[in-house]
């Protein structure tokens, strides 16, 4: 029988959550509390794993199964609240994982859309110290995420972009050519969905950092905001349904998708020509 995962309960409140569920479960088999609880046993395993965010229900359901006075609720309330500490892998895990993807984007083309050259060009930017073969290293893992865009199994992908992005330049005119066309490209595309929220719209609720929405298997959903140098993941309920209001409410007063269309293509006529 292969022996659980350590848990560091001094780390996060999540790990902590799933010590005391595994200390109080006992040796109750996972399946028969799963059974109880009317949930998944994978499910309830990678709550205990501190892997997923309990569902806001669960607590109270704990609590009263094993006789407590807001024990795992008031574990609940902390864990809700506090950064994911591994979230670069764990974001990397939902993405791949998402059957719905919807981004928002203030001031760079999303990395599942960008070109080589434009990423590159990107990177350059942020580090300029950064040796060739470090920036190299990151080019390639972006191109490897794009992977998730291509084939029968490819999650639905729908960005919206601050109009900003399509002023921007990095690399050059050639380089945002290439990108423009690139950004083209999928506006046809069943599957993905491409918005320009234009500056005459004004203000907005998303303004500040970057977005995304993962939808995943049986409709969970979780929401990842990022600043220039930190990243928030968010899996309860409350927030992400916030931040999916606020994308929705954005995505009305975008532009359309043929409208979108048509703004990438006049503002690559208008690009001057190296």
Not at 76 to 84: F, G, K, P, T, V
Not at 132 to 153: F, K, Y
Request: net charge negative; glycine share 6%; with cysteine.
């Amino acid at each position: 029988m292969p022996t659980p995962r350590e848990l560091q309960p001094h780390r996060s409140a999540r790990d902590l959550f799933g010590a005391k569920l595994r200390a109080y479960r006992g040796k109750q088999p996972l399946g028969a509390l799963a059974a109880e609880l009317r949930m998944s046993k994978s499910h309830l395993s990678r709550i205990e794993l501190a892997d997923y965010m309990p569902p806001p229900e669960l607590p109270e359901q704990l609590d009263r199964r094993f006789g407590l006075d807001k024990v795992f609720a008031e574990l609940y309330e902390l864990a809700r609240h506090e950064i994911h500490p591994d979230k670069f892998r764990r974001r990397m895990e939902l993405e791949a994982q998402a059957q719905v993807i919807q981004e928002y984007s203030p001031q760079v083309v999303p990395g599942l859309l960008q070109t080589e050259a434009y990423a590159r060009a990107q990177f350059h930017v942020h580090n300029p110290r950064a040796s060739e073969g470090e920036i190299e290293r990151l080019v390639s893992a972006r191109m490897s995420r794009q992977a998730l865009l291509v084939g029968d199994s490819r999650p639905d992908y729908s960005v919206i972009m601050d109009e900003a992005v399509l002023h921007r330049f990095y690399g050059g005119a050639q380089v945002m050519r290439e990108q423009l066309l690139r950004l083209m490209d999928p506006c046809s595309s069943p599957s993905m969905c491409i918005q320009v929220i234009p500056f005459a719209q004004g203000g907005h609720a998303l303004v500040g950092g970057s977005l995304s929405l993962w939808t995943l298997s049986k409709g969970n959903q979780v929401a990842y905001e990022e600043s220039i140098t930190t990243g928030t993941l968010l899996e309860d309920w409350e927030s992400v349904a916030g931040l999916r209001r606020a994308y929705d409410v954005l995505s009305a007063c975008a532009l359309s998708p043929a409208q979108t269309a048509d703004l990438i293509k006049r503002t690559l006529e208008a690009l001057p020509h190296e």
